[in-house]
């Protein structure tokens, strides 16, 4: 028997305390208050990089070519480039991903609980919309009018969190809804206001890149990184076309599955027969590799199949996309040169003032609006658990614009002026609504919630 079940080694305390480490580490990445706190960080580096004397060296460092080539051919993008263009793309992935799974089984699913969501969240796109117009229109500054009707997704649920349990799970499922549906409309947005004459070529180099998608997804293909040639077809493709090709992401995530390919058993069935089989054939003396590599090559396929592509897609990527991605997106892009934004001329001023007052108050008002309208009319209810009280923290929440609000700006003002201070105005916006939501969350739930939920 001890020959068959020798007695484990004792583990070195540098071992346990290094996954102690990185269990802790694993658990603290998770907290979604972290990844909006690590994005702010990183938007005050900018800043701070922008406006101190090494202030040239921002602009030269997002702006160095790095040449990438094979053989006679290379191109030589500048790091900007690459950050907005480049790995923006794994950033739409997720949101593709995210959309597509919510229309799978969560808020999109159908109409009934998509109606909400989808009224407050189209209440939140016109309302900032057409105060940003009454500030800008008929000026060279109205073509920003879609800077301000975004919502950045990461940051509002992250100061979310920062509230705390008091907050009901229902307006928290709201948040997340309006601002899946909020990236769909700015994704429309994007494609139909900020695209040049489509290149018609460019859409078949696209769509073979979808077609070989398509093909490897019939094919039960299931590892990530047969999707990368793809991948990378369908984005230049749409560099070709003349739409921006961070597009392609939200393509490929809503192309996902949704569901495990099919198999000839169950993947729990497959994990339960391959355990046993290696428990049988490891209890025998002599077990080699070989003896155990089928196996073992079957128990890493089935533990893959366990979850559907589209939730390995966000699992696999968001540590990256939410702690790489999205803050050297924000470290490129929040660098402000105060010295370079002068609101005292007349455009840039009706920019800054403009999108102020679009995020922090078109925001909460047209979501707000927009549902009072929809439950009067009994079109929809309140979900259960949430309050008009509720309504309005998301409404504040949903006017944290950051990462797309930034984005947009970046292809509608061709100013540098205007750029910069539509750029300041979003910083200013998405931290004046952060606090304002923080304030109202406190005040509204951190001592009547709990009375409410008990019988009020």
């Given at each position: 028997?001890?020959?068959r079940n020798p007695t484990p080694p004792p583990i070195p305390r540098p071992q346990i305390l290094t996954?102690?480490?990185?269990?802790?580490?694993?658990?603290?990445?998770h907290i979604e208050a972290v990844s909006g706190i690590v994005l702010l960080l990183a938007a005050i580096a900018a800043l701070i990089w922008a406006n101190s004397p090494a202030a040239d060296s921002y602009e030269h460092f997002w702006h160095t070519q790095v040449t990438l080539g094979i053989g006679a051919y290379s191109v030589s993008p500048s790091l900007h480039?690459?950050?907005?263009?480049?790995?923006?793309?794994?950033?739409?992935?997720v949101v593709g991903a995210e959309i597509r799974q919510e229309i799978k089984d969560g808020a999109l699913a159908n109409l009934r609980l998509a109606t909400l969501p989808l009224g407050a969240a189209l209440g939140g796109v016109l309302m900032p919309a057409a105060l940003y117009l009454a500030f800008n229109h008929g000026s060279v500054a109205s073509t920003g009018w879609a800077v301000p009707t975004a919502t950045d997704i990461a940051f509002a649920v992250g100061v979310l969190a920062l509230l705390g349990k008091s907050i009901p799970s229902g307006v928290r499922v709201l948040l997340l809804a309006l601002a899946i549906i909020d990236d769909i409309v700015a994704i429309l947005i994007i494609a139909v206001f900020y695209t040049a004459s489509l290149d018609y070529l460019g859409l078949l180099v696209a769509a073979v890149g979808v077609l070989l998608v398509l093909v490897l997804q019939r094919m039960g293909v299931g590892k990530a990184y047969a999707y990368i040639v793809p991948g990378a077809i369908v984005w230049f493709g749409l560099l070709k076309t003349g739409v921006h090709p961070t597009l392609a992401g939200v393509l490929l995530g809503l192309m996902t599955p949704v569901v495990s390919k099919p198999m000839t058993e169950r993947p729990l069935d497959t994990l339960q027969r391959t355990l046993h089989e290696l428990v049988d054939r490891f209890s025998h003396r002599g077990a080699d590799a070989q003896a155990v590599a089928e196996p073992l090559k079957q128990l890493r396929?089935?533990?893959?199949?366990v979850l559907p592509p589209v939730q390995r897609v966000q699992m696999g990527l968001h540590p990256w996309v939410a702690y790489v991605i999205m803050p050297l997106f924000a470290l490129a892009n929040a660098g402000v040169?105060?010295?370079?934004?002068?609101?005292g001329e007349s455009v840039p001023q009706h920019v800054f003032l403009g999108v102020m007052l679009a995020l922090v108050l078109g925001k909460p008002l047209g979501v707000l609006l927009a549902s009072v309208v929809l439950v009067k009319l009994k079109v929809c209810a309140l979900p259960e658990g949430v309050t008009w009280r509720g309504v309005t923290l998301v409404g504040l929440l949903?006017?944290?614009?950051?990462?797309?609000?930034i984005f947009i700006a970046a292809l509608a003002f061709a100013d540098p002026a205007l750029l910069s201070a539509a750029k300041l105005s979003v910083l200013a916006a998405s931290t004046l609504a952060a606090v304002l939501g923080v304030c109202w969350g406190k005040a509204t739930f951190g001592k009547t919630y709990a009375a409410q939920r008990n019988g009020a």
């Open positions: 028997m001890s020959d996954e102690r480490a990185l269990s802790a580490l694993e658990r603290f990445f480039f690459l950050v907005n263009d480049g790995l923006m793309t794994i950033f739409f992935l396929h089935a533990q893959r199949e040169s105060l010295s370079g934004v002068d609101l949903a006017g944290i614009g950051f990462t797309m609000s």
